[in-house]
Structures are given as C-alpha cells and as structure tokens.
C-alpha cells in the first residue's frame, strides 16, 4: 500500500515480486483483470525478445557446475484454469526434459505437449518430439521420423502422399486421391502418369483405369 492505505500496483519482499496483488505465490505473480506481458526489443539487428528457462542441479543460485541428468525438466509452460476448488488446475502444459546425463558436448532434449481429454482432469502426452527431431503423435516413442498412434485424415481437393529423395525432389513416387473420379493413383511424378489406379467403386488397374476386377 502506499501512503494513503490504497493499494498498491506492486508488492515486494525479500524473495518475491508481486504486479497487481499482494500475495504473490512466485517469485514473480502477476494478476490483474487484462494480465498480458509485452516484451518490445528496438535494435537494428535480426534477434528478439527472449524468454529463457534455465535449470541448474546447484543448489545454490547462480552456480551451475552440477550437470542435469536425464529426465530433469528444463523447462514447462503451464496452462491452468478455474473449476470449482480453490485454486486454478491445470489443462495443458508444453515440456522440455534433458533426454541424457549432460555433459560439456552433450545436451539431448525432449519436447512434450500434454492436454486433458474431455470429461477428465489427467493431463496426458499427445505428441513429443524428440532428441533427434522425430515426432511422435499418441507415443512418447517415435521410431521414426513421423510416428503416429491412430488414424490420419488427409484432406484437400486432390489429396497427395509424395514419396521423395533426401533432397525433396518431387521426381518419385506418391499416392493421389482425386476427389473427380473417386480413384487412389500410385502416380510417377517424373513423368506425370498415374501408374496404378484403384477406383472406390472396385478394381485395379495397372497403366489403365479397370473395368474388371484386374486390368
């Protein structure tokens, strides 16, 4: 408060900062009926405003010679909200774990994205990507560059799965819905010919659309 007994904007103690109240339950608490925080950077030059998580197993401030191990959180955004208890409960939250026991050359990360399903309060893992830049969408585990645990639903006019090289040229192979026909092409991409057709209606044709069983 200031002189007068009115409240004031902001609340300092010895460990914590306080905008807008004066309980603060961080180091810093924000709270006000419009809480958005600008972060303005004016420099001739091509970096930006920062927000930096930093995570040290030192237990005194500022030293950070003792190394992370594996699974230590780097770093979380946590999204909560208002339900009838008395403080807000969680519904989503974005996770950065160290993946290996760091060293001066090796600081493998995670990132996980976590959300609460419908009609439930567990915040659960959705999609991670991982040390080497695997995704994995309902596994924690990608094998591959893009693992999925479900369904994939492509939609487009003429929906297309390329097959390419390294260097993403689009001179090989890809699968084709085209939406006119209702046919699946295996399409040769080099030379601009489906090579495969199956129409929904049945059939396969090879070089050809069928008009038998197989054409």
């Known amino acids: ?6 409240q004031s904007a902001l609340s300092i103690s010895t460990t ?5 109240t004066e309980a603060p339950v961080g180091p810093l608490h924000v709270a ?3 809480s958005i925080c600008y972060f303005d950077q ?5 970096t930006a405003p920062e927000i930096v998580f930093r995570k040290s197993r030192h237990a005194t401030i500022g030293t950070y010679t003792t190394v992370l191990s594996e699974d230590d959180e780097l770093g979380r955004i946590s999204f909560r909200g208002s339900d009838s208890q008395s403080t807000p409960q ?14 001066s050359t090796h600081h493998g990360t995670t990132l996980d994205f976590y959300t609460v399903i419908n009609d439930g309060t567990s915040v659960d893992p959705r999609m991670r990507i991982d040390n080497n830049g695997s995704v994995g969408i309902g596994t924690t585990d990608p094998i591959t560059t893009l693992s999925v645990i479900g369904n994939i639903t492509m939609g ?15 001179d090989n192979l890809s699968w084709m819905y085209t939406t006119g026909d209702d046919t699946l092409h295996m399409r040769d ?12 209606a049945g059939g396969l044709g090879v070089g050809v659309t069928p008009t038998a069983t197989l054409q």
């Open 90 to 103: 969680e519904g989503a939250k974005i996770s950065c774990r160290a993946d290996q026991d760091w060293t």
């Open 42 to 46: 004016h420099s001739v030059n091509t």
């Open 189 to 200: 991409n080099g030379e601009g010919a489906n090579r495969i057709f199956m129409p929904r």
């Open 16 to 20: 914590r900062v306080g905008i807008g």
């Open 32 to 34: 006000s009926t419009d």
């Open 156 to 170: 487009a006019t003429n929906p297309t799965l390329i097959f390419a090289d390294a260097n993403q040229t689009h």
């Open 1 to 6: 408060t200031n002189g007068t007994g009115t």
